[in-house]
């Protein structure tokens, strides 16, 4: 009995490629979306990963990803929503584009996709499914910097709560909540340094931390509705 694949959006770098890797490793069929075509992806087709593109900046993009999705898979295992974009707060007359963009890809996109690939979920030939939200600690305080991000993953934190008691109880619904756990290849050693200095655990983790708490999820079969913190006691700071 072939498994149902698990679906991870902006999975072609970083934190979701690690997750999708892990998951070729661990035998699951794996579909991933990507925004831009690149060599990197090539690998990832490599190992059986199916790729769609897809930009969730617009209605239109977050419905022909569904239908995309539709078109590859009768069932699912597991939708992880990744795709993410970390932008700062704009002023003037693109501050309000700016938070558009960030609702749309942080919320719009994983509420429609939820809704619309239900079905799939609940048609899976594993006797559970799980959607798991990458959320972010800043929830927690806020930004003075990223406040639209903030705000825009809150509301995903939020829609963790709301789908997790609509869905149960065939399908699981969580929160992965990280702090800094990779940086940009632009960062320096200040601000690696100055980030760091912001945890108790006062690490850099890299992406297998994230890869413990999803594995944690989909192992599980008792946990939804939850915000899983992966943050070094950043809270406590
Ligand atoms: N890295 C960290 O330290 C932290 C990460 N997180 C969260 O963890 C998750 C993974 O983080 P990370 O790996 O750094 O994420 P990235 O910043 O690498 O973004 C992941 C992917 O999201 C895709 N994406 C961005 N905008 C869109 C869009 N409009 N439509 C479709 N896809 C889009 C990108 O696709 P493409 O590259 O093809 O354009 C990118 O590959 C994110 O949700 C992030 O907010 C939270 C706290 C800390
Ligand atoms: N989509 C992304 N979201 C976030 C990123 C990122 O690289 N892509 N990075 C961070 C930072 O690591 C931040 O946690 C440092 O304090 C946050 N979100």
């Known amino acids: 009995m072939s498994q149902s694949p698990i679906l991870i959006t902006g999975g072609a770098q ?6 999708a890797e892990r998951l070729v490793d661990d035998g699951h069929s794996v579909i991933i979306s990507y925004r831009r075509e690149r060599d990197e992806l090539e690998a ?10 897809a930009d969730f900046s617009s209605e239109t993009g977050i419905q022909a990803f569904i239908a995309a999705v539709r078109e590859l898979t009768p069932t699912l295992r597991a939708i992880v929503h990744n795709a993410s974009d970390w932008l700062p707060d704009t002023g003037g007359e693109a501050a309000g584009s700016n938070f558009e963009h960030l609702f749309r890809v942080h919320m719009q996109a994983p ?5 619309a690939l239900r079905d799939l979920l609940e048609a899976g030939v594993e006797s559970q499914a799980d959607i ?10 806020g930004s003075s910097r990223h406040a639209a991000y903030a705000a825009s993953k809150a509301g995903l934190e939020n829609l963790t709560l709301s789908f997790a008691a609509m869905f149960a109880p065939r399908i699981q619904v969580n929160t992965i ?29 890299g992406p297998g931390v ?6 944690y999820l989909l192992d599980s079969h008792y946990v939804t509705g939850t915000t899983m913190p992966v943050d070094g006691g950043r809270h406590l700071k």
């Open 210 to 215: 994230i890869w413990q708490a999803m594995r």
């Open 132 to 141: 798991i939200h990458m959320s972010d600690f800043v929830v927690q305080k």
């Open 14 to 19: 970083r934190l979701g490629r690690y997750c």
């Open 44 to 53: 990832l087709r490599a190992l059986g990963v199916r790729t769609v593109q």
């Open 111 to 115: 509420y429609l996709i939820n809704l």
């Open 177 to 205: 909540a990280p702090a800094l756990i990779m940086l940009k290849p632009d960062d320096d050693d200040d601000y690696a340094e100055r980030a760091k200095a912001k945890s108790l655990m006062q690490s850099v983790p």
